[in-house]
């Protein structure tokens, strides 16, 4: 019998500040129940090294940004390596038997655009297949990160220019690490807390309870909306919104203005992050069901991702990047199919209520047994990781 494990955003670091992949002991363990099944293939469903917040990516240049990209350093593997020997140990050893399939991510792309990144990779993990996505013809599976679906983490394209426009999330990150992160004095777990609050509309609450334990003597939250909209003036921001919203770029000037426009700002993201929090639910979870149904047109979200139109009928779809596990069986053209996402085992930062956040992780995998006929099992494991109370 044939085995597909899944699994999905470990985010695994190179150590640095950003870096709060924990769970390698854990992984092995799993890994290590697999390994010597020569029937097995391991789908790591993107975003497993974070690339995005390395410190050796953190200067390259977005506004050239496939030339940027082939520039970066074969050795940030070595550095993963390094601080996260567990993790290879675990895919070579699984490597050895079964094939690995490592569908890339938003935050681990540019494993596809650095052949020198890639190779190092290959050189170190033996079976290792790196795509941009995966088709099953015979299982009519489809395996795809997700951030395709999601306007601030997908791909674009300037159509006077034909260059490729990174999503407006990865320069959010990178700004805010150089002008938010770096300026303020809180211990280094504080400072990578904020990237895990869930949902995200919480972060306006977890500011503010985080400014009076620490007794800052700043307003965190004002600080960090002002950069916010400090970094949608420059002109990368601004050119993704031109890309991606023309209409609404011209309003920018109104959103953006110093005389006034700072409070609407803070009232514009407030609203959007509430609308993300509307979506919670996995809003992938809809995207999956019309590619089950045939309704959706995939090529149009696929920029930036090597799109050879070799999908045919898919009867299941896994999933990942918006770090909620996930297991659900549709009936499209009166027969069933399933959309799995793996969730994330990265931390999660969670209100539980009034000023009282707890830290977790749910390490979440799926497993395919293919004989006959398609056996799913899913599994989650929670961590309580700590857990601060404050009045």
């Not at 700072?262 to 639910?281: A, D, N, P």
């Amino acid at each position: 019998m044939e085995k597909y494990l899944f699994l999905s955003d470990l985010h695994v670091g190179d150590g640095k500040e950003k870096d709060d992949f924990e769970q390698d002991y854990y992984f092995e363990k799993l890994l290590k129940d697999f390994s010597d099944n020569s029937n097995i293939s391991l789908f790591i469903v993107g975003d497993v090294f974070e690339f995005v917040e390395s410190k050796l990516t953190l200067e390259i240049d977005l506004s050239n940004y496939e030339k940027a990209i082939k520039s970066i350093p074969e050795n940030i593997i070595d550095e993963y390596e390094k601080n996260h020997p567990f993790v290879f140990s675990a895919l070579r050893k699984i490597g050895k038997n079964g094939k690995i399939y490592y569908i890339v991510g938003n935050h681990d792309y540019y494993l596809l655009k650095n052949k020198k990144l890639s190779e190092r990779l290959l050189e170190k993990i033996p079976n290792l297949y790196i795509k941009p996505y995966y088709y099953d013809e015979r299982l009519k599976l489809l395996v795809i990160h997700g951030n395709q679906f999601d306007p601030v983490n997908r791909f674009s394209v300037n159509s006077n220019t034909g260059e490729l426009v990174p999503p407006l999330g990865e320069y959010i990150v990178k700004y805010m690490m150089k002008n938010f992160d770096s300026k303020i004095d809180l211990p280094k777990q504080i400072v990578k807390d904020y990237d895990n609050v869930r949902p995200t509309l919480d972060l306006f609450d977890w500011f503010n309870v985080i400014s009076k334990k620490y007794d800052l003597g700043i307003d965190l939250l004002k600080f960090w909306i002002d950069e916010f909209l400090n970094m949608m003036k420059t002109s990368e921001a601004k050119k993704w919104m031109k890309v991606n919203y023309p209409f609404w770029s011209k309003f920018s000037k109104v959103f953006l203005n110093d005389f006034g426009g700072i409070k609407f700002g803070e009232f514009i993201i407030r609203m959007v992050m509430h609308f993300r929090t509307l979506k919670k639910t996995d809003y992938l979870s809809k995207k999956a069901k019309k590619i089950l149904s045939e309704k959706l047109d995939l090529g149009k979200y696929m920029v930036g991702y090597d799109f050879q139109n070799d999908i045919g009928k898919v009867d299941g779809i896994v999933m990942g990047h918006i770090h909620k596990h996930n297991f659900k069986v549709f009936t499209a053209s009166n027969s069933p199919k399933f959309y799995i996402n793996c969730g994330s085992w990265k931390p999660v930062v969670e209100k539980i209520k009034g000023r009282v956040f707890h830290k977790k992780n749910e390490l979440f995998y799926a497993v395919l047994n293919v004989g006959k006929d398609i056996e799913i099992i899913t599994s989650t494991v929670n961590m309580l990781k700590s857990r601060e109370v404050i009045f």
